[in-house]
């Protein structure tokens, strides 16, 4: 039996920014409130909390803080929250990754500049919503290659299209030739974030090569889920777990080479146990 490990699994940059802005913090004895889970990860979340950073869910809870320092985010918040932040004078550290702070900035700029802007991605993520808030002009959502073919907008639109930053490169690609045949002013800007892009790459090479596919990482995250879809379109037998023993007790029949990724909110030690527990079972 071989096992498979991508090289590039867990944290990214902007995960291990946040996760080690809290720490130091927490370490220092500062007590804080995340707004939101820092990472989608059950089990990290839960040991901040233990270690005193407490998570807020709704801008109205920014109301009931008391002295803690607020820690925004990778995904960053919307512009109205930021706002509400600011005039209520709470202590804040902004740990918006920069990737999607630059997101913020082309749309903020493409709105300027009369260009209808057109995001990729989930309209429910927090990262897609606070990408919208700072669109100033008309702005639209699509998830996928159908919803571009169904937006209807004028021949002479000028649009600038971009992407959440963890969204499904291919699909990314399928969307810009959609627009490309559709609309004749087209402003693209691939802000697949890199840590995406070279997971993605790497988790669809990998799963094209193994029998098996596990994928460690929240089922919450965004960019776990895409891992598990692009993985599993081309492995059928594609786990997808947060721990070690959600894992099978044996793999089916015939499964010889078994391929193992993770998440950018997957932390290494997750990544170890579930090494380990397959070295066990192989
Ligand atoms: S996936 Fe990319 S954009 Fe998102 S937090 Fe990580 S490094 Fe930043």
Do not use: W
Not at 27 to 54: D, F, K
Not at 86 to 92: A, H, T
Not at 195 to 210: C, D, K
């Amino acid at each position: 039996m071989e096992i498979l490990m991508a090289e590039h699994a867990g944290f990214c940059f902007g995960v291990a920014r946040v996760i080690s802005e809290v720490d130091r913090r927490l370490t220092a004895g500062e007590r804080l409130m995340t707004y939101g889970p820092v990472i989608h990860n059950e089990r990290v979340i839960q040991e901040l909390e233990e270690r005193g950073a407490h998570v807020l869910n709704t801008p109205e809870e920014l109301a009931g803080m008391d002295g803690e320092t607020l820690v925004i985010r990778a995904h960053g918040v919307t512009r109205q929250v930021m706002a509400q932040i600011r005039q209520m004078g709470l202590s804040y550290t902004d740990q918006t990754c920069p990737f999607v702070k630059r997101i913020h900035r082309i749309v903020a700029e493409a709105g300027a500049r009369g260009e209808t802007v057109v995001v990729a991605g989930d309209p429910s993520h927090p990262e897609v919503e606070g990408i919208v808030s700072y669109c100033e002009g008309p702005c639209f959502v699509i998830e996928g290659p159908e919803k571009a073919l169904e937006l209807q907008l004028e021949a002479d639109t000028r649009v600038c299209l971009v992407a959440q930053t963890t969204f499904q490169i291919n699909k990314f690609q399928e969307i810009v030739e959609v627009f490309t045949r559709k609309v004749y002013n087209l402003n693209v800007v691939d802000t697949v974030c890199n840590a995406t892009e070279e997971r993605q790459t790497e988790a669809a090479r990998l799963a094209e090569e193994a029998d098996a596919m596990i994928v460690i990482g929240g089922a919450k995250s965004s960019n776990t889920r895409k891992l598990f879809e692009i993985c599993r379109d081309r492995c059928p037998n594609t786990y997808l777990i947060q721990r070690a023993r959600e894992l099978p007790e044996r793999f089916p029949e015939g499964v010889r080479r078994i391929g193992i990724t993770a998440g950018a909110s997957t932390p290494n030690n997750t990544i170890e146990e579930v090494l380990e527990h397959v070295g066990r079972i192989v």
